[in-house]
C-alpha cells in the first residue's frame, strides 16, 4: 500500500463526524496526561493523609496554580520500579526509573495543546519490562518500565465541540491514552503487569503521529476511532509515516452510566487492524477485544476483560482477565487480577496473578507493593511457576 496525504484528510473527516469523545476535555483515559494532572482518582474529592510535597515548595506549586487558573498546567514527576523474582535466570532482578514533563495548555476556549515528555531508563541490566523476555519467556511484569531514554510521546492538538458531542486530537499521540481503557489500566498508579493494562492481544503502537476522535452517539452511548503510525519512534518522532504508509487503525463502540464518567463505568467493544511491514518482520493482524468495568458505591471496581487476534503479533493471541479494584477515599488503592492468555508461538496456556495496594501519603507521592505469580510462562514453560515481587513510587512537583 503506498500511502497517501489524501489518506490522512479522509481519516480526519471520518473521524471527526463520527469517533471518539468521551469527555469535554477529549479523549483521556487514567494513564493520560489530562488524567494526571488531577489529583486523586477523579472519583471523589480526595481525602488525603498529608499535603506532602507541596507542603514542602508552598512558592512553586502556588506559582504552578496560577499558571494553571490561566490555563496552563503542567507537572513534572518520577517514578521508580524495582522488582525481584526467583527466575532461574542471568537477571532475577530488574530496576529503572522514568522522569516525565507533561501538562495542558488551554489555548482557546475549546482547543488545547498538550505535551508529554519522557526519559525512562533502566538502574540494572535488564529494565522491569523486559524482565520476562530475559528468561526467554513471554510476559511482561513491568510495563512501562523500559530503558528506551528520551522520548516525546505526547504532543498533540485537541478540539472539542462547545457542548463536548465530539473530540478530535491530531499530532503525536499515545493510542493506550484512549484504547480500550477502564479504571485500573494505567501503569503509572495500578496494575503493573501488561495483561492487565491495554489488552495484551491488541498490537498497539508506540506513541507517534496519528489522528483520534470520538463523538457521543446518545448520552450514554460513544464511538472513538483512531488512525496511527505502526512504526512509531517517540525516541526520533518524526513524519516517516508518508513515506511507508504502514497504519494502526482502531474502532471502539461503548455504553457508559453518563459521560463524565467513560472510563469508570464501562462496557466497550474494540476493533483493530495493524498493517504488514516486512522490514519489522511483521505479519498484518486484526482482531478484537471486549471489556466490562463498573464501579459500585465509587469503590469496587470488578471487571472482565477479552482479546482475540488472528495472528498473535501483539504479546498474545488470546486473553481473558479478571479481577476486582478497590478505591479508597485517601486515594489509596487495591487490586487483584487474574488472567489466561495462549501465544502466537506457543500451545499452551499460561496464567498470571497480580495483587497490589497503592498507598497514597498524598497525591503527590505514592508506594505500590505488589506481588505477580506467572505459572507456564509462555514459550519457556520449564520455568515453572515464576513470581515476582515489586515495589513502585511516584513523587510528582
Not at 542471568?90 to 526519559?119: I, P, Q, V
Not at 503479533?313 to 495462549?342: F, H, I
Amino acid at each position: 500500500m503506498t500511502f497517501k496525504p489524501v489518506c490522512l484528510i479522509t481519516a480526519m473527516a471520518f473521524l471527526t463526524a463520527g469517533a471518539l469523545s468521551a469527555q469535554e476535555r477529549g479523549l483521556s483515559g487514567p494513564s493520560s496526561v489530562a488524567a494526571e494532572l488531577e489529583p486523586g482518582d477523579g472519583l471523589t474529592d480526595p481525602q488525603l493523609r498529608s499535603d506532602f510535597p507541596r507542603n514542602v515548595a508552598p512558592g512553586w506549586f502556588a506559582w504552578k496554580d496560577g499558571l494553571a487558573e490561566n490555563g496552563f498546567k503542567f507537572n513534572f514527576d518520577y517514578l521508580a520500579l524495582s522488582q525481584w523474582s526467583d527466575l532461574n535466570a542471568t537477571e532475577d532482578h530488574a530496576a529503572g526509573g522514568m522522569f516525565r514533563f507533561y501538562g495542558n495548555w488551554a489555548a482557546t476556549e475549546n482547543g488545547s495543546l498538550t505535551f508529554k515528555l519522557e526519559h525512562r531508563h533502566a538502574y540494572t541490566d535488564v529494565a522491569p519490562q523486559n524482565l520476562g523476555f530475559a528468561a526467554k519467556a513471554t510476559f511482561m511484569p513491568g510495563t512501562a518500565f523500559n530503558d528506551n531514554g528520551t522520548l516525546l510521546t505526547n504532543l498533540f492538538w485537541t478540539q472539542r465541540a462547545p457542548k463536548g458531542g465530539w473530540s478530535f486530537q491530531a499530532g503525536q499521540i499515545d493510542v493506550t491514552d484512549f484504547l480500550d481503557i477502564y479504571g485500573a489500566v494505567s501503569p503509572y498508579s495500578a496494575f503493573q503487569n501488561l495483561s492487565f493494562n491495554t489488552n495484551p492481544t491488541i498490537n498497539a503502537p508506540n506513541p507517534g503521529l496519528g489522528l483520534a476522535g470520538g463523538v457521543w452517539l446518545g448520552d450514554t452511548v460513544y464511538a472513538v476511532g483512531s488512525v496511527a503510525d505502526a512504526n512509531a519512534a517517540p525516541s526520533d518522532p518524526g513524519f516517516d509515516v508518508f513515506d511507508h504508509g504502514k497504519l494502526f487503525k482502531s474502532l471502539e463502540l461503548g455504553v457508559t452510566s453518563a459521560r463524565d464518567r467513560i472510563y469508570f463505568d464501562n462496557v466497550h467493544l474494540t476493533l483493530w487492524h495493524i498493517d504488514a511491514d516486512a522490514s519489522k518482520n511483521r505479519a498484518e493482524d486484526y482482531g478484537a477485544s471486549f471489556s466490562a468495568a463498573w464501579f459500585v458505591n465509587n469503590t469496587w471496581l470488578p471487571f472482565l476483560r477479552a482479546g482475540v487476534a488472528d495472528q498473535g503479533t501483539g504479546l498474545y493471541k488470546r486473553s481473558l482477565s479478571t479481577g476486582l479494584a478497590y478505591y479508597g477515599r485517601n486515594t489509596d488503592a487495591a487490586g487483584v487480577g487474574l488472567n489466561w492468555a495462549e501465544s502466537a508461538t506457543s500451545t499452551q496456556a499460561q496464567f498470571t496473578a497480580e495483587l497490589f495496594y497503592r498507598f497514597s501519603l498524598s497525591s503527590g507521592f505514592q508506594i505500590t507493593p505488589s506481588i505477580q505469580v506467572i505459572d507456564n510462562p509462555l514459550d519457556n514453560p520449564g520455568l515453572g511457576t515464576v513470581t515476582v515481587l515489586g515495589l513502585r513510587t511516584r513523587l510528582v512537583f
